[in-house]
């Protein structure tokens, strides 16, 4: 048998069911697990905590299967936790054929990540359990699901602390139609699996892209770190009178307007600009231009706490030049998905970009992740995605 054995009152977290054991907390390894191995995991007066995967390079020695002494890590166990991710999905995805089938700790599976896009699956492995793992996994999803394919989107950054290199490529059963299109709330949309960002899609987002979508009836609205249009469409679909849609992915935008040609949406009132948001913004405000409804959904300036001071400059910069740019009575709907931003913080730093705006602003809506993408309440880091909508004036 493989043991870790915590250090004297390390074993905390884990009696709270945070699946993570830290290096600094082991006293003792008894065994040579390899990489992704299932490890058994004790307090320093013996009493068993946890079945885990070892991860030898990670700061994250290894991550918790289950809590419970008596659970078989096999194959039949993984085929249960799959399942349970499955069955709770169907109730709480109603309006697209893109669905996180997967997420991770919050899931009970450390480090896997499932996407679904109509008939075929993205998987992502960022531990070593996963990793080690990953072939039957994609076996029994496709099993379970019906999938004629997993796809393989291993290129992430997270993966050089588990010592994995990236991959990508087929995992199991056919390649992803090309093209590749979901269907959210009615809007088509192509979905490149091979070579988008992330899995390909922002599915964390698909509620919030549809709220916004109804608040844009009238409004000239503008788009920052747009990707493929999501909110863009949205807008159009919910009535917009413009919409202006900025970022620096010249292939994000060519996806941006072909979803909007998959679409019976009045592109007249679309327009696509390739530039960096910050340069941007600055620029519109030198122009004198001014918008109804902002939207503001960057990529994650603070992937950790340690990035926090500079990320908080930059949520500022821009919500700043947001609010400037809004007209009064005008809404700004402004998200952060860095890890290391709590709630609390993210709103200070808008709070703070509406002083130096010299403009009254109140929040009268929040936003999170899409039900797709749980937060285990024990283990709240999995609470990524946070949003405001803000109205000016
Ligand atoms: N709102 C999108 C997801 C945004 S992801 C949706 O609903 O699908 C963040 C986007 O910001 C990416 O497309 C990336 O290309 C873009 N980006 C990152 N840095 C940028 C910058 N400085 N200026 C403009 N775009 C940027």
């Not at 069955?87 to 996180?100: D, F, K, W």
């Not at 991770?104 to 080690?132: C, H, I, K």
């Amino acid at each position: 048998m493989i043991r870790i054995t915590l250090k004297p009152g390390r074993e905390k977290s884990l009696l709270h069911r945070h699946p993570w054991i830290f290096s600094g907390a082991i006293a003792r390894l008894d065994g040579v697990p390899t990489a992704g191995e299932t490890v058994e995991v004790r307090a320093q007066d013996g009493r068993f905590l946890a079945w885990a995967a070892y991860s030898p390079q990670s700061q994250i020695r290894a991550r918790a299967w289950s809590f419970d002494e008596h659970e078989n890590i096999d194959d039949d166990f993984f085929r249960r936790r799959l399942e349970n991710a499955l069955t709770q999905r169907e109730e709480l995805v109603e309006a697209s054929t893109g669905v996180r089938l997967v997420h991770g700790e919050s899931d009970g599976l450390p480090g896997l990540v499932v996407d679904r896009y109509g008939p075929v699956l993205v998987l992502q492995a960022l531990s070593a359990g996963v990793e080690a793992r990953k072939q039957t996994l994609a076996q029994q999803l496709m099993a379970l699901t019906g999938a004629v394919g997993v796809y393989e989107r291993s290129d992430v950054d997270v993966r050089q602390l588990e010592g994995l290199p990236p991959v990508t490529g087929l995992l199991a059963g056919a390649l992803p139609p090309d093209p590749l299109t979901i269907d959210e709330y009615g809007l088509r949309m192509h979905v490149d699996v091979a070579a988008g960002q992330k899995t390909g899609f922002y599915l964390d987002q698909r509620e919030n892209r549809h709220r916004i979508g109804r608040l844009a009836a009238g409004r000239d609205v503008l788009n920052c770190f747009c990707f493929t249009g999501g909110f863009s469409l949205a807008a159009l679909h919910g009535g917009a009178r413009s919409v202006l849609s900025v970022d620096s992915s010249a292939e994000a935008l060519q996806l941006a307007e072909a979803n909007l040609a998959l679409n019976p949406l009045p592109a007249e009132r679309a327009s696509f600009v390739e530039a960096d948001v910050f340069k941007y913004l600055r620029l519109l405000r030198d122009q004198g231009k001014s918008f109804d409804l902002i939207i503001l959904d960057p990529p994650k300036f603070a992937p950790t706490a340690q990035h926090v001071q500079s990320a908080a400059r930059a949520y500022k910069d821009i919500n700043l030049l947001g609010l400037k740019l809004l007209r009064p009575g005008g809404l700004l709907a402004t998200f952060t998905c860095s890890g290391g931003m709590s709630a609390e913080l993210f709103q200070k730093i808008i709070a703070g970009a509406a002083v130096d705006a010299r403009c009254d602003a109140r929040i009268v809506e929040r936003f999170t992740a899409a039900p797709d993408h749980p937060v285990s309440l024990a283990f709240p880091e999995g609470d990524y995605l946070k949003g405001l909508l803000v109205r000016k004036g």
